[in-house]
């Protein structure tokens, strides 16, 4: 992801993280910092979400199954994510679970 070099980049990945776990903000900026891999997978949240925003609205039948895979991505990213929270004490499931 040459866009996590960019400072920006870095922020949207953190604030896609974020609005998912709100209550781990500290864990994930420390996880960013320190993994490479979770910051991949950070951006690759942001990345997604971003492309579920963009799903063309024209055709009914084609929207309904690329937002469908993109929400499934998001969901595994997503479980992904709180996985490595979990394993860091920064957060635990069923305690402000996720969307």
């Known amino acids: 992801m040459t866009w996590m070099n960019d400072p920006t980049g870095k922020e ?3 604030s896609a993280a974020a609005r998912r776990f709100p209550q781990a903000e500290f864990t994930i900026r420390r996880l960013m910092r320190m993994s490479e891999d979770f910051c991949d997978l950070c951006g690759e949240l942001a990345e997604a979400e ?30 992904e994510i709180g996985e490595a929270l979990e394993e860091q004490g920064g957060w635990t ?7």
Do not use: K, T, Y
């Open 50 to 79: 971003h492309a579920l925003a963009q799903v063309p609205r024209s055709n009914r039948e084609l929207r309904e199954e690329r937002e469908r895979e993109w929400n499934e991505l998001i969901d595994c990213l997503v479980a």
């Open 12 to 14: 949207l990945a953190f």
């Open 93 to 99: 499931p069923g305690l402000g679970n996720p969307d």
